[in-house]
């Protein structure tokens, strides 16, 4: 199992990013996805979950109404798309997956800053 997230940066408070996730060695359209974050001195949180199929996604209450995760299960890929962002929002993002275990890849940095 391959995780590889991109689409971090710096944004200004009330901005827009789009982030990125391409699975590979596993069949990623059988498998649920989630992306967590993780900011300095706080434990990594749950932000958002997809089903396999994407036609169930829950969020966590900070994000609700302001990101949306989607997939595309043709490219292998997952997506979060972050908008209104926060200086709150400033973290490493990571998208995840379980397969007999948990898998992460290796994170993408979002700053949020004036």
């Known amino acids: 199992v391959q995780l590889v997230e991109s689409g971090g940066g710096l944004v200004q408070p009330g901005g827009s990013l789009r982030l990125s996730c391409a699975a590979s060695?596993?069949?990623?359209?059988?498998?649920?996805m989630s992306w967590y974050r993780q900011a300095p001195g706080k434990e990594r949180e749950l932000v958002a979950g997809i089903s396999s199929a994407g036609g169930s996604t829950d969020y966590a209450d900070s994000v609700a109404g302001r990101f949306t995760i989607s997939r595309d299960n043709a490219k292998n890929t997952v997506y979060l798309q972050m908008n209104s962002l926060k200086p709150e929002d400033t973290a490493v993002y990571y998208c995840?997956?379980?397969?007999?275990?948990?898998?992460w890849g290796q994170g993408t940095q979002v700053t949020v800053s004036s």
């Open positions: 060695g596993f069949t990623f359209s059988t498998y649920s």
């Open positions: 995840s997956t379980v397969k007999v275990r948990r898998y």
